[in-house]
């Protein structure tokens, strides 16, 4: 079983839109949730990190986590097609500091 | 300037030959990894270094090795290459006093080995 699992996608949303991105993790001791943003052949940008069960919310970026069911979640409204993009969930546990991160989720925002 | 710097950026090369990837940071970071990334597995973690004394095998370490020079600096040597090591690679820091502790990555190096 992976540590943390996203579906790959691609997502279709269309501009204005909502979208929402999901992930699941294995390791119930996982304290820090983070979400990165990554375009073709650059590299992984934070967007924001989480560690308290319920929702946080920055500019247009809403994450929401649930510790019970091992379950993070992005949301993105208005979405715009620079938007596009492979957003990546990783989780990691305080003292320990390996991360673990999904495979990625494609997301495209169509104009 | 980058916070993060590795070079090359992009390294093609045949089987066998020795090759280094080098990464420096001006961020002050105690904590410095090596990740590859391959298409549809995500970023796999190599080696990590919590200092420079502390030099840690990740999930794949098989074919690679690592030397933590100084604070700032943390180089993957692949001793031997092989077709199969062609991937995306990124360093990335740490900085263990902060909570969250996210990782800052740099830019990549486009690894081809023929």
């Known amino acids: 079983q992976k540590e943390v699992e996203q579906n790959s996608g691609p997502l279709s949303v269309p501009e204005g839109a909502i979208a929402s991105l999901n992930c699941t993790y294995s390791d119930r001791g996982s304290q820090s949730f983070f979400w990165y943003r990554q375009y073709s052949g650059k590299s992984p940008e934070l967007i924001m990190f989480i560690y308290s069960n319920g929702d946080k919310e920055d500019g247009r970026f809403t994450a929401q986590l649930n510790k019970a069911s091992q379950y993070v979640s992005l949301l993105i409204r208005d979405s715009q097609p620079s938007d596009s993009a492979t957003y990546l969930c990783?989780?990691?546990?305080?003292?320990?500091?390996?991360?673990?991160f999904g495979s990625g989720t494609k997301l495209n925002v169509k104009p | 300037d980058a916070d993060v710097t590795q070079t090359p950026r992009n390294r093609i090369t045949k089987t066998g030959k020795r090759i280094m990837l080098e990464c420096s940071q001006t961020?002050?970071?105690?904590?410095m990894y090596w990740y590859r990334q391959d298409p549809g597995l995500g970023l796999r973690l190599i080696y990590y270094s919590f200092d420079v004394k502390d030099i840690n095998k990740g999930e794949i370490s098989d074919g690679y090795s690592v030397s933590r020079q100084a604070q700032a600096k943390f180089s993957l040597s692949l001793e031997s290459a092989i077709p199969n090591q062609t991937a995306l690679y990124f360093c990335?820091?740490?900085?263990?006093?902060?909570?969250?502790?996210?990782?800052?990555f740099g830019d990549g190096t486009r690894l081809s080995i023929l």
């Open positions: 961020k002050g970071h105690d904590r």
């Open positions: 990335a820091t740490s900085d263990p006093r902060t909570e969250d502790q996210p990782q800052h």
């Open positions: 990783a989780v990691s546990r305080w003292g320990f500091n390996k991360f673990y």
